[in-house]
């Protein structure tokens, strides 16, 4: 056969085209619709609860009625929003919400990994087991009855107080000392998730190559110098991508624990953004209001998560994006 000939002949056959995108993706809509019938309800729960709210958001810019509906309520721009920042409450809530989660980013962040690290470094397994079932425990208790647990022990004539007594304390009321809440509130939390987020961090330890331990100990490196070289730096990625995490939840507190804790006695000290939006838009029915607070919160909290991200970015290759 010519060689000429057949060069030409497949010169003149046209060349495949690749397919469309819309192609590729009905043929791998039929290759997995097992698998994306699975993830369908995660997928059909987000855009109803998530995303599909945020058509109301518009409220915030007006002065919404529930009888004209949102298309009918006039247009008020950012008169919420001044009356917000104008308002006495601003600076307390702002105070609350980040003073709350700022202790908790000192002392409750840390804590899962410390407990991570101390169960890494147990060798006898059945104790190991023990302490992370007794450490776990907390997390599957209600927040009710974690607050009825508190009001309990905490009162007059609770635990803590016959305690104190013995020691010639006198007793009070701590849940209604707003110099006590945020450290009641932070160490309840504490004990409730520690066991709970320590989980993600044993993950990653199971990670990490055990021939570099052996290495290590070939080097005469001793359990403290393998946890600060080897192993703190092997679960480094998971703890900053956490932390990226929680810098973009340093504006919102859970309010149903709130709720359940603060009283009047309490508000200087207790009152936070999401509480306040519930006594102003639930119980006060000031939906614009509420609306434009909820919305300048979730402003600063995405702001927050895109300039840690950037700053871990900066100073390590670990970022969410």
Do not use: C
């Not at 013995?166 to 701590?174: I, P």
Request: glycine content about 6%; proline content about 5%.
């Amino acid at each position: 056969m010519n060689p000429t000939k057949s060069a030409a002949a497949a010169a003149a056959k046209p060349a495949r085209s690749e397919p469309g995108v819309w192609v590729t993706i009905g043929r791998d809509l039929r290759r997995n619709k097992l698998l994306y019938l699975m993830v369908l309800p995660v997928i059909a729960y987000y855009v109803i609860f998530d995303y599909g709210p945020m058509y109301g958001l518009q409220i915030a810019f007006k002065d919404y009625s529930p009888g004209t509906g949102i298309w009918g309520s006039p247009w008020a721009g950012l008169e919420h929003f001044k009356q917000f920042f104008d308002s006495y409450y601003f600076w307390r809530i702002i105070r609350n919400t980040l003073l709350i989660n700022v202790y908790e980013l000192i002392f409750g962040f840390p804590a899962p990994i410390i407990l991570a690290l101390l169960l890494n470094e147990l060798r006898r397994q059945a104790f190991k087991r023990i302490v992370q079932t007794i450490t776990y425990l907390p997390h599957f208790i209600s927040i009710v009855v974690v607050v009825g647990m508190l009001v309990d022990f905490l009162a007059r004539d609770g635990v803590v107080n016959q305690l104190l007594s013995t020691f010639g304390l006198a007793s009070k009321s701590y849940l209604s000392e707003p110099d006590w809440f945020r450290l009641i509130y932070v160490s309840s939390g504490i004990w409730q998730q520690v066991g709970w987020g320590s989980i993600i961090y044993l993950a990653a330890l199971s990670t990490i190559d055990p021939t570099l331990y052996e290495a290590a100990r070939v080097d005469g490196a001793g359990r403290w110098k393998q946890m600060v070289h080897i192993t703190i730096p092997g679960i480094m990625p998971t703890v900053i991508i956490l932390l990226i995490l929680k810098m973009g939840s340093m504006m919102s507190v859970g309010s149903e624990k709130i709720l359940l804790m603060y009283n009047p006695l309490t508000y200087d000290t207790a009152d936070v953004i999401s509480t306040f939006v519930y006594r102003k838009g639930i119980l006060e029915a000031s939906y614009s209001y509420t609306t434009a607070v909820g919305l300048f919160n979730a402003v600063i909290a995405f702001s927050l998560l895109i300039v840690s991200n950037s700053i871990s970015k900066r100073v390590s290759e670990t970022k969410l994006w």
